[in-house]
């Protein structure tokens, strides 16, 4: 079983790999002890918004309701013979992660299968389940059974989420509205998105980046250096978009070069060493 359980859990570290450069980096700054249960959700999360996302030629709401129904399964059991929920149950039994955070993930990913006009409370609604918990999924195995500091700071964690979820859905208006026909943020019309309502969204991101920031600080050191890294990546990310016009964002996707990344890890790297992270 430990060997079936590690390979597992190596699947899970191969799609983080795949799919994302840029968290990848920021979990291999963290301590060895958490580099596997990260990578275990963030591989759980990127196969469901897979699901959502990109597997058009197939029948997505019951792909998504047989994943939904094998996690639970995987979780109540103990075990999966799909690599990933194997990995992913591990973690949730090994770390005491909320089964609500788990039913609000799959919720907002059961919502990206319908066209919505998100009006405020859908906005949050789906922010909170697409993002926001898997933010305290992680902080779970952060603080790896110290309540106390888990409470102090889930409000800055979810914060966090927020503000990446934000960004994200700046950075990929283009393909959200052209390829999905999503448009995210309330009161959004493509045809009349203008300078002034694209302030108005990235001073909302700002003040998340900001309470996030705190609770940053407050991380063990063993987790502290890799969200400060996904921080300053993503604030970076923010920082791109905002010096941009509004019509550009509808024209392109802003990204973060390889040099980009590379010195944004150094300088991370350099503050850690000095103690001011």
Avoid: W
Wanted: proline share 2%.
């Amino acid at each position: 079983m430990e060997l079936f359980k590690e390979t597992c859990l190596k699947c899970s570290k191969i799609i983080t790999e795949s799919y994302s450069t840029s968290f990848t980096l920021g979990i291999r700054t963290m301590h060895r002890k958490l580099h596997l249960p990260i990578y275990a959700i963030y591989g759980f999360v990127r196969l469901a918004d897979e699901i959502v996302d990109t597997f058009h030629a197939y029948k997505k709401r019951e792909l998504l309701q047989d994943f939904k129904a094998q996690t639970y399964t995987a979780i109540e059991q103990q075990i999966s013979l799909n690599p990933v929920l194997h990995a992913f149950q591990g973690v949730v039994n090994q770390f005491g992660i909320d089964l609500a955070y788990i039913e609000a993930f799959l919720k907002s990913m059961e919502m990206d299968l319908d066209d919505h006009k998100y009006d405020t409370a859908l906005y949050k609604e789906y922010i909170y389940g697409s993002a926001e918990v898997v933010g305290l999924m992680c902080l779970r195995v952060f603080c790896d059974g110290d309540s106390e500091m888990f409470e102090r700071l889930r409000k800055p964690a979810c914060s966090l989420g927020a503000a990446f979820q934000k960004v994200n859905f700046l950075r990929d208006m283009k393909s959200d509205y052209h390829e999905r026909g999503r448009i995210y943020f309330p009161q959004v019309d493509i045809s009349t998105f203008n300078n002034a309502r694209k302030a108005e969204i990235e001073a909302d991101i700002i003040q998340d980046f900001e309470d996030a920031y705190h609770g940053i600080m407050g991380l063990p050191k063993s987790a502290r250096m890799g969200v400060y890294l996904a921080y300053i990546y993503y604030l970076k990310l923010f920082r791109k978009i905002q010096a941009l016009p509004a019509t550009n964002i509808l024209k392109e996707r802003v990204r973060i070069n390889d040099n980009t990344k590379l010195a944004l890890l150094l300088g991370s790297y350099l503050k850690y060493r000095l103690n001011t992270i």
